[in-house]
């Protein structure tokens, strides 16, 4: 029975069939392994051409010190890329590894970020950089592989991969409004948060239109007044009166998806399936000349009776001029909470 695959093995084949694609393999007899060197050596026999993925190095990224057990776990790879060509049509082997390599250099120079990959439902890209390894070092990597003789390689560092968890964390909720309260009674300090909370306030913000990467700028419209934050009490008649009106600033008339993400306790932060397509009405956000805004309606997603937190966005796709390559942005968030008895 075949082992399960892990998030580092789908990673590494994704990586292997970027190469198989990218050297056209199936059309040039060219087979794309993984493992070690001394696995790939050709026998007399073979009729193709092998190029070996040793993903010898697995290396922590430096950042996210602070990740939790079930959240997704970021690292670095190593690999050691070799050619394994065999002599055809008066070329030698040895041109042959060469060929492949030369291949892949161009391959990885040319797509430096490889295309998105999703594994475990996670979403990345991977960033390929070539490693000048001294002789030395690469005379530590290949001592390690037996009887195999030494071929010309090229090293690559391919970050950051994640590694999934089976049970994921589920996120917290965010903070809305922030307050504080004195209290003398040491006893006291265990009770229910008494003070005034105050939310965010939404500032005077420009949008760049003339930038090619511009991201729009979003705020909620309520009581004739500018909000990033609000809060409701489940089933109280505030939220059962209450659709939010986005205001959104951007080059004018620029379409824009609107999203929701939405936080409950048992599910954690969600992507919500209904969107709604929209489009920026001023370049300026004021909250001093919010009575002329043009607003665009979007319903909460939440249940009757649900509680917790929805967060929403704008998202805008352009197409990079540089390569074409499409990008999404978005803008800054605006929050609802909905909460239910407070103890």
């Not at 602070?66 to 060509?85: A, D, K, S």
């Not at 049970?167 to 006291?188: C, F, M, Y």
């Amino acid at each position: 029975m075949a082992l399960p695959t892990s998030s580092l093995s789908q990673v590494c084949r994704e990586i292997a069939n970027v190469i198989s694609v990218g050297l056209n393999a199936s059309a040039n007899s060219i087979q794309v392994m993984i493992g070690s060197p001394v696995d790939a050596v050709p026998s007399q026999s073979d009729q193709l051409h092998r190029i070996n993925l040793f993903f010898y190095g697995i290396e922590p990224t430096g950042f996210y010190s602070g990740t939790l057990p079930g959240e997704p776990w970021w690292i670095r790879l190593r690999c050691l890329v070799t050619g394994f060509g065999i002599a055809e049509n008066q070329i030698s082997a040895g041109e042959n590894d060469l060929r492949l390599l030369g291949g892949v250099i161009r391959l990885f120079h040319e797509t430096p970020v490889l295309e998105t990959f999703t594994v475990d439902n996670e979403t990345f890209r991977l960033q390929v950089i070539f490693q000048a390894l001294s002789p030395d070092d690469l005379n530590n990597i290949w001592s390690i592989q037996g009887d195999v003789s030494y071929r010309p390689s090229l090293v690559y560092e391919m970050a950051l991969a994640p590694v999934v968890p089976l049970k994921k964390t589920i996120g917290s909720p965010l903070v809305g409004a922030i307050g504080s309260e004195l209290r003398a009674d040491r006893q006291a300090r265990t009770d229910p948060f008494g003070g005034s909370a105050v939310a965010p306030v939404v500032p005077l913000t420009t949008v760049d239109s003339s930038r090619e990467g511009w991201s729009p700028a979003i705020c909620l419209v309520s009581d004739d007044h500018c909000a990033q934050s609000l809060a409701f009490a489940s089933g109280s008649p505030a939220l059962t009166d209450f659709t939010p009106a986005v205001w959104i600033a951007g080059e004018r008339n620029a379409p824009v998806l609107l999203v929701w993400e939405k936080w409950t306790s048992s599910q954690g932060w969600q992507r919500q399936s209904t969107t709604k397509n929209a489009l920026a009405t001023d370049t300026v956000i004021d909250p001093a000349a919010v009575a002329l805004a043009v607003t665009t309606d979007f319903a909460l997603p939440f249940a009757a009776n649900e509680t917790g937190q929805a967060v929403l966005f704008a998202e805008r796709t352009y197409n990079r001029a540089v390569d074409q390559q499409p990008i999404t942005v978005r803008s800054n968030p605006v929050m609802v909470s909905v909460f239910g008895d407070v103890p």
